[in-house]
């Protein structure tokens, strides 16, 4: 068993000793491993990567129900040197949380989606999952509080963001796990696969007025949720790649993808105890909606081969050379993102700190119930401070070696 | 507010038979002030930046003794900063001391109610001011003079839109300030 798994045992016998600390979903007692996840064991090599699925699967997390499951690893086992070919985004130990919250595991919402009730299973690929973290991010907050309030937050995040299939144009249920802790005691740490918009249908990342039916989502029964997917569209590449009208072309501009949660853990009453709608923004995606293609779907490496754009812009990189979607030297791989942070609202007053949902973030209650995430959520009310953050991972860029789409 | 009034006007007729013996103005003085000056909450949260502002004073009083002058005054201090603007209204009761007869030195005390606003954040809180000032004479029935002083508040909250965002906040202000008066 990798760090990752070695660091959770060890605090898991910190948490034991430690009574007071603040329980974290995935710390306390640790249960014996009883079994995989649906998630754990789904990656396979292939082309150009080196490591075997073994190598892959020794970087494994262990969920309170018994389950291993994948977590973080780096692009290059460090032990052998070989690539995995994919990335997971900012290594978690860094993040001021990790003692508190430790490793996460990838696909624990969808694990007991149905479970919790829910007729239908949302199962995600492995190489989607994305973490991202900030410590001590300076807070906005809201009308002349900025001025006024000095407020930090440490933000760990990890969204399911796959930028390199059709898998959300249609699809809206992705799993998002959502760590805050503020100076001004908000915080909350929320696991939960959170419905990103209308199922089956995406908005245009270059024209957000414009909403395409992109046919039927999977599942079919996937709720509608609030803030939207805004994807790239043929239309956005041929604006301003193809014919730009001053003649530049900006692949920046036109592949901007961004997905803007408005996530929530609700009681059984459906109130509201904790809300965040960060954005998790994608520069370089290697996959645009095109309805003439197939499966709807363009690869913008593509576009490099058309005698306008050999050499322009992000094909510079390329060359004159004819590269696959997924090699490694394509400049989209879905390597740059960014977080929004935006608004962190708790109103959870009168507690207490540990609530149980189902996989959606609904049905809270304060005992467990078959196939609920345990939710933690400070016993707080933030509603006199609009509390909301900055930009993170702006500059950072996760390409390394042997990485390439599908990431 | 009334009851203050009622107790200027009454030292106003006591003491001006008293101050007309010591060659200082008989019966009400007024004062009009202009200052830079600074204002800073004090809490955990609390943004710790202490930025320059301009204010306004207005006083009135009464003389209730050759070497004690009381009075009511009112007063707001202003900055803008990225848009936002904060103000804090202070009003109250002060007291200005004049160790020695013929010098223009005094010590200022008061008491009373300052108010911070920006925007939608609101504090309100009972404040202490103390001070020292110095008068040069002008002519006969005017002086001018320079006074820094301290307001000092505390033990109130800190509200958003009438949620409260931080408890026993304090608030400091420092006045450097230009004033004429009329003895």
């Known amino acids: 068993m990798k760090k990752y798994a070695l660091a959770l045992s060890l605090l898991a016998v910190v948490a034991c000793e430690t009574a007071t600390d603040p329980v974290a979903p995935f710390l306390g007692d640790q249960p014996e491993i009883v079994g995989d996840a649906v998630a754990f064991g789904i990656w396979a090599p292939s082309g150009p990567d080196t490591c075997s699925a073994a190598i892959h699967d020794q970087y494994s997390a262990v969920g309170p129900d018994g389950l291993r499951y994948p977590t973080w690893h780096p692009p290059v086992d460090p032990a052998t040197g070989c690539t995995f070919g994919h990335e997971h985004g900012r290594d978690p130990s860094g993040s001021d949380l990790f003692e508190e919250v430790g490793a996460i595991p990838f696909g624990y919402a969808n694990q007991h989606l149905q479970t919790g009730g829910f007729g239908a299973p949302r199962n995600e690929d492995h190489v989607g999952h994305k973490v991202e973290w900030e410590n001590d991010i300076q807070m906005n907050v809201g009308g002349a509080g900025a001025e006024v309030l000095d407020i930090t937050c440490d933000v760990m995040t990890k969204l399911h963001q796959g930028t390199h299939s059709p898998d959300a144009f249609t699809n809206n249920m992705h799993e998002v796990v959502y760590h805050v802790r503020c100076t001004d005691g908000t915080g909350f740490s929320a696991t939960l696969l959170t419905p990103i918009g209308v199922a089956g249908e995406m908005v245009v990342g270059c024209d957000r007025e414009i909403h395409i039916d992109a046919g039927t989502a999977n599942p079919s029964i996937s709720p509608d949720g609030g803030g939207k997917r805004a994807i790239p569209e043929a239309s956005c590449l041929q604006q301003r790649v193809i014919a730009p009208e001053d003649g530049r072309p900006r692949f920046d501009s036109a592949l901007r993808e961004s997905w803007e949660i408005s996530a929530s853990l609700r009681t059984q009453s459906n109130k509201t105890i904790a809300s965040f709608n960060p954005y998790y923004q994608v520069m370089d995606p290697s996959r645009f909606f095109d309805q003439a293609a197939d499966r709807d779907m363009a690869r913008p490496i593509d576009l490099c081969r058309l005698p306008g754009l050999v050499g322009e812009d992000r094909c510079e990189a390329v060359g004159t050379d004819s590269i696959s979607w997924d090699d490694p030297r394509s400049p989209f791989k879905g390597v740059r993102r960014f977080v929004d942070v935006n608004a962190n609202r708790v109103r959870n007053a009168d507690g207490p700190n540990i609530w149980y949902t189902n996989a959606l973030g609904r049905n809270g209650s304060t005992e467990p119930f078959p196939g609920s995430i345990r939710q933690w959520v400070a016993i707080r009310d933030n509603s006199g401070i609009d509390l909301h953050g900055g930009v993170i991972g702006r500059n950072r860029d996760y390409d390394g070696p042997g990485v390439r789409a599908p990431n | ?183």
């Open chain 2, 1 to 183: 507010m009334k009851l203050t009034t009622v107790a200027l006007l009454g030292l106003a007729l006591v003491a001006t038979p008293v101050a007309a013996q010591d060659g200082r103005s008989a019966g009400l003085w007024l004062d009009i002030a202009a200052a830079a000056g600074s204002a800073r909450l004090s809490c955990d949260l609390c943004e710790s930046g202490r930025d320059l502002g301009g204010s306004v004073e207005l006083a009135v009083g009464a003389w209730a003794h050759p070497r004690l002058r009381v009075g009511i005054d009112a007063g707001a201090l202003t900055r803008s900063d990225n848009n936002a603007r904060e103000t804090v209204y202070s009003s109250g009761v002060v007291a200005a001391l004049y160790p020695r007869p013929a010098s223009g030195l005094h010590l200022i005390a008061g008491l009373g109610w300052v108010g911070f606003r920006a925007e939608q954040f609101t504090y309100d809180a009972p404040r202490l001011r103390l001070g020292a000032g110095w008068d040069l004479p002008l002519t006969s029935g005017w002086v001018a003079g320079n006074r820094i002083t301290v307001d000092g508040a505390s033990f109130a909250s800190l509200q958003n839109g009438g949620a409260s965002v931080a408890e026993s906040v304090g608030l400091s202000v420092v006045r450097f300030t230009l004033y004429i008066r009329r003895r």
